[in-house]
């Protein structure tokens, strides 16, 4: 049972990293939000075993932050559907990420390092900034 507890605190965190990309992209989207977004959205679905409603839940969520990062700078209409669209599929991805958790369970090898790692403190940082927490010196 514990085992399971981590893996769901696994995924929790990898899907806090999510909302916080989504949120950006939803309040500006940027190319660079939507390349942070895709690293994390391939490092979360390697957590689990293989299931078609996250991989359905990631593509809807792709194409929705997707579309909002295109159309953001033409300031096309209607933007607020588009930014309303990203949310729903950022919840799907979440329920679906859990149910899917329980179901089909982790990948054996589920700590997967590299660029989603340095991904996400990227996104920690920038976040911290924005906040005007603490100064760049002290977060590295």
Known sequence: MDSYKTFIAMIDERL???E???SWIA???SESDLHDLRILLVDVMGLLQRD???EAAVDDLYAAARAVVR???LRLQPMFR???LLKDASTRLHRQ???AAGRVGARKRSELPGMAAISAAQMAL???LLRGDESPARLV
């Open 16 to 18: 806090e990293s999510i």
């Open 20 to 22: 916080l990309a989504v």
């Open 27 to 29: 309040q500006g989207a």
């Open 52 to 54: 078609p409603g996250v």
């Open 71 to 73: 159309d953001w700078p």
């Open 82 to 84: 588009k930014q309303r």
């Open 97 to 99: 990420l859990h149910a």
């Open 126 to 128: 920038r976040a911290a």
